[in-house]
């Protein structure tokens, strides 16, 4: 790890300080983190939420479902339109639940 020995002392208006603060924490940095990061040109992303990896595992399956309906499909030429609505009811909650849920807060949207 790199030995910081300099300091700089900037003023910012309560505001500004705020806005930085909250940016920091929702990415998972500290304000210095965050900064240092911002000066090498990067903008850190806000931490995903804690179901995020729950969430991506159930869109790899619902993926998966409608792969095998697809290859099914294509092999016997009908679509199995019960398996079909069921998968595509599972999607649809699963994107009503992300909307509700995991929205980025304003000052990440672009």
């Known amino acids: 790890m790199k030995k910081r020995t300099i300091e700089i002392k900037i003023r910012l208006t309560e505001k500004e300080f705020d806005a930085i603060t909250k940016r920091a924490k929702n990415s998972g940095y500290s304000r210095e983190s965050y900064i240092r990061s911002l000066m090498d040109g990067q903008i850190p992303r806000p931490m995903p939420p804690l179901d995020y990896h729950a969430m991506m595992r159930e869109f790899h399956a619902i993926g998966n479902n409608l792969n095998q309906i697809a290859r099914k499909a294509h092999v016997l030429r009908v679509i199995d339109a019960k ?8 999607f649809v909650e699963a994107l009503t639940y992300i909307e509700e849920t995991m929205l980025l807060p304003e000052e990440f949207k672009s």
């Open 83 to 90: 398996r079909y609505d069921a998968v595509l009811v599972r």
